[in-house]
């Protein structure tokens, strides 16, 4: 089993910055690929970024060029950065792994493993 804690979520104002952080536990050989999806009120998950083991990134192209996720493997820690935080991005962020290789990246069901998740509050 992995367990997946999320932090670093909170308030900022449009325009600031925010860096999600998620550490994994437990079976952490079974992390492989992993992931950032984001839920708000009365929407659908959605996939926000993505990296492989080799490593690639992947990420909506909503926040492609704001956002940028990276790997620490030697702490079993996720990063998502978010720069230029609008007020779309506002959402419950969760962590996820266990994705296998050739997997789609942005389908949470090929996910074995999820976070409970941190909220982020964009203010205008």
């Known amino acids: 089993q992995v367990q997946l804690v999320e932090s670093g979520g909170g308030l900022r104002q449009a325009g600031g910055s925010l860096r999600l952080s998620c550490q994994a536990s437990g079976h952490t050989f079974s992390l492989y690929g992993m992931g950032w999806f984001r839920q708000a009120p009365g929407k659908e998950r959605q996939f926000v970024a993505a990296t492989t083991r080799i490593p690639t990134t992947y990420y909506a192209g909503s926040v492609k060029g704001r956002f940028t996720i990276s790997r620490d493997t030697a702490n079993n820690t996720l990063y998502l950065q978010m720069n230029s935080l609008n007020p779309e991005d506002p959402a419950v962020y969760y962590c996820?792994?266990?994705?296998?290789?050739?997997?789609?990246?942005?389908?949470?069901?090929?996910?074995?493993?999820w976070g409970q998740g941190t909220q982020v509050t964009v203010s205008s």
């Open positions: 996820a792994a266990g994705l296998r290789e050739g997997r789609n990246v942005i389908l949470g069901a090929n996910y074995d493993y």
